[in-house]
């Protein structure tokens, strides 16, 4: 079966910055992060095509996250800059056979997540 893994997660100074990665393991695909805070709901935050042709964004990080990858690797990472204490989460990788979403009952594969926190 498919697992993917996280990691690169941490405490950081606002403003600061943290990349995650996600290690894959076998065949490439679609891949996105999405972010979890105590006691509310799962939130999209950006996914990638199986190309890294496209990619897609939520506002609320939209210019200060990167979403990119490295199929050689068979790795996706997440480069945060101007952190908030608003982005403290725990951060899921997710991977899927078909094009990229921004829904996360689309994808089949799951990380266990890791946890960034923001100090203020």
């Known amino acids: 079966q498919v697992q993917l893994v996280e990691s690169g997660g941490g405490l950081v100074q606002a403003g600061g910055s943290l990349r995650l990665s996600c290690a894959a393991s076998?065949?490439?695909?679609?891949m996105g992060w999405f972010r979890q805070a105590p006691g509310k709901e799962r939130e999209f935050v950006a996914t990638i095509s199986w190309s890294a042709l496209r990619s897609l964004y939520a506002d609320s990080v939209k210019g200060r996250f990167t979403i990119y990858r490295d199929n050689a690797k068979n790795t996706v990472y997440l480069q945060m800059d101007s952190l908030k204490p608003e982005d403290t989460a725990v951060y899921y990788c997710a991977g899927r056979r078909g094009d990229y979403s921004d829904s996360a009952p689309a994808y089949e594969y799951w990380g266990q997540g890791t946890q960034v926190t923001v100090s203020s």
């Open positions: 076998g065949r490439t695909f679609s």
